[in-house]
């Protein structure tokens, strides 16, 4: 029954025994500095292994800073090996802390940041159209489209023809000749539609026109070495790709109209997602806005940064009002037309709400993004707090939600509202 029952959900096997497959960094955890205590940190990690037993996710990590002090660095589960259709004699690789990740929709947050960087050093001005940088993306009715539209997902390109082959995605040249065809489904910029992988192509072309070098160079230059980042590249070198975490698409195949909205938000089905996402020319290649690799507790770094208004151990990164306009409402809350749900954007990031958002209760002033559905990655100056959870599953619907939406109120619950006068200058 219980073999039936995983291979219906497409779960893998959960060992019973949780702390053999638990990795901690104590010297990466300081509760005691931020004021948190033990009770508070072993309560966020038990809803951690709430989600782990559903067994959606072979492998997460943890990475939790509040007061800019690390209070949980922990991994659970495998990099591979222990998925729903591996054997008992596939080999069984660990995760840890330091195990690179891809964050997929996440590193939306990066690029997103990255523009905004531009335009403090005045080399774009973010109202302007992208045909001001780039002619070429003005046919068939785009001249218009702006920049910040298409930060803010209201480019009027949610998605690429469903006809392209997916090779398109790792040759520049093919993806942003596709993009110049399009035609938008709007151009005023008054109606939200998540675009999945088409706007960090816009947004790379821009930057690399305007700057005249790659963006991979420029992630380098002004974030990952600042910041002293081991992995934060776009897709992985060769050479490490065996160290990159394996995709699994896990939980109960979505069926109609949850497929539908899938498939029009990816482009594809679970199962094609997984076998292109631990694609070697996937993890090689550079698309923006779904395959920035990284640890969770980088993607963590990069948001406890934002939340100190750009700074990083001393070193200024950016500007603070750079900062505050990046995470700065654009339009209302409104129905997203690619997700279906409710959605609050900045140019660049996904917002909170109150009385309830995306990032938990009371949660107005949160910041983050989403990546597959499961990961998530923000930052809560009203709790002072920046959260990365990482996991390596592709479920879309199943048993697992209740899990994961605990997980958020968990921390909220843990990290309550702190005064006004002590928030982070980002919240005010």
């Given at each position: 029954?219980?073999?039936?029952?995983?291979?219906?959900?497409?779960?893998?096997?959960?060992?019973?025994?949780?702390?053999?497959?638990?990795?901690?960094?104590?010297?990466?955890?300081?509760?005691?500095?931020?004021?948190?205590?033990?009770?508070?940190?072993?309560?966020?990690?038990?809803?951690?292994?709430?989600?782990?037993?559903?067994?959606?996710?072979?492998?997460?990590?943890?990475?939790?800073?509040?007061?800019?002090?690390?209070?949980?660095?922990?991994?659970?589960?495998?990099?591979?090996?222990?998925?729903?259709?591996?054997?008992?004699?596939?080999?069984?690789?660990?995760?840890?802390?330091?195990?690179?990740?891809?964050?997929?929709?996440?590193?939306?947050?990066?690029?997103?940041?990255?523009?905004?960087?531009?335009?403090?050093?005045?080399?774009?001005?973010?109202?302007?159209?992208?045909?001001?940088?780039?002619?070429?993306?003005?046919?068939?009715?785009?001249?218009?489209?702006?920049?910040?539209?298409?930060?803010?997902?209201?480019?009027?390109?949610?998605?690429?023809?469903?006809?392209?082959?997916?090779?398109?995605?790792w040759d520049r040249d093919e993806i942003w000749r596709i993009l110049c065809a399009a035609r938008p489904v709007e151009v005023d910029g008054a109606k939200v539609a998540y675009h999945a992988i088409t706007g960090g192509f816009v947004l790379q072309r821009v930057l690399e026109k305007v700057t005249g070098a790659s963006i991979e160079?420029?992630?380098?230059?002004?974030?990952?070495?600042?910041?002293?980042?081991?992995?934060?590249?776009?897709?992985?070198?060769?050479?490490?790709?065996?160290?990159?975490?394996?995709?699994?698409?896990?939980?109960?195949?979505?069926?109609?109209?949850?497929?539908?909205?899938?498939?029009?938000?990816?482009?594809?089905?679970?199962?094609?997602?997984?076998?292109?996402?631990?694609?070697?020319?996937?993890?090689?290649?550079?698309?923006?806005?779904?395959?920035?690799?990284?640890?969770?507790?980088?993607?963590?770094?990069?948001?406890?940064?934002?939340?100190?208004?750009?700074?990083?151990?001393?070193?200024?990164?950016?500007?603070?009002?750079?900062?505050?306009?990046?995470?700065?409402?654009?339009?209302?809350?409104?129905?997203?037309?690619?997700?279906?749900?409710?959605?609050?954007?900045?140019?660049?990031?996904?917002?909170?709400?109150?009385?309830?958002?995306?990032?938990?209760?009371?949660?107005?002033?949160?910041?983050?993004?989403?990546?597959?559905?499961?990961?998530?990655?923000?930052?809560?100056?009203?709790?002072?707090?920046?959260?990365?959870?990482?996991?390596?599953?592709?479920?879309?619907?199943?048993?697992?939600?209740?899990?994961?939406?605990?997980?958020?109120?968990?921390?909220?619950?843990?990290?309550?509202?702190?005064?006004?006068?002590?928030?982070?200058?980002?919240?005010?």
């Amino acid at each position: 029954m219980k073999s039936i029952t995983r291979r219906t959900l497409h779960t893998f096997e959960v060992p019973k025994d949780l702390a053999s497959v638990t990795f901690r960094d104590p010297d990466g955890e300081h509760p005691a500095a931020a004021g948190v205590s033990p009770s508070s940190v072993e309560a966020v990690w038990r809803s951690v292994e709430s989600l782990y037993r559903t067994g959606v996710h072979p492998g997460i990590q943890l990475s939790v800073r509040h007061r800019g002090h690390q209070v949980l660095h922990r991994a659970i589960g495998h990099t591979r090996g222990n998925g729903p259709e591996d054997g008992p004699e596939t080999p069984k690789v660990p995760m840890t802390t330091d195990t690179p990740i891809c964050y997929f929709s996440a590193s939306k947050a990066v690029t997103g940041l990255l523009m905004h960087m531009l335009s403090e050093q005045g080399l774009v001005n973010l109202m302007d159209p992208v045909s001001y940088y780039c002619p070429e993306f003005a046919s068939h009715g785009k001249r218009t489209i702006t920049v910040h539209q298409i930060l803010s997902h209201r480019g009027g390109i949610p998605a690429i023809p469903r006809e392209t082959p997916i090779d398109v995605l790792w040759d520049r040249d093919e993806i942003w000749r596709i993009l110049c065809a399009a035609r938008p489904v709007e151009v005023d910029g008054a109606k939200v539609a998540y675009h999945a992988i088409t706007g960090g192509f816009v947004l790379q072309r821009v930057l690399e026109k305007v700057t005249g070098a790659s963006i991979e160079a420029y992630i380098d230059e002004h974030l990952r070495k600042p910041m002293g980042m081991k992995w934060f590249t776009y897709g992985i070198a060769p050479e490490h790709l065996t160290e990159l975490a394996t995709n699994y698409a896990t939980g109960p195949r979505p069926v109609f109209p949850v497929s539908w909205v899938v498939n029009r938000a990816l482009g594809g089905d679970i199962k094609t997602v997984e076998q292109v996402t631990n694609d070697p020319r996937f993890q090689e290649a550079v698309i923006p806005a779904g395959n920035l690799c990284g640890t969770a507790e980088e993607m963590g770094r990069f948001f406890q940064m934002m939340l100190n208004g750009g700074v990083w151990n001393g070193k200024r990164i950016c500007r603070e009002i750079t900062i505050k306009r990046a995470v700065q409402q654009f339009g209302s809350l409104q129905i997203d037309r690619t997700m279906m749900i409710p959605m609050r954007f900045s140019a660049g990031l996904m917002l909170g709400g109150n009385p309830v958002g995306l990032w938990g209760p009371q949660s107005r002033y949160a910041f983050g993004h989403i990546g597959l559905i499961n990961k998530m990655c923000w930052a809560d100056p009203a709790r002072d707090i920046s959260v990365s959870l990482l996991n390596t599953g592709i479920p879309i619907v199943g048993h697992h939600l209740p899990a994961l939406a605990r997980f958020v109120y968990t921390v909220c619950k843990q990290f309550p509202l702190i005064p006004e006068t002590q928030r982070p200058l980002v919240a005010i």
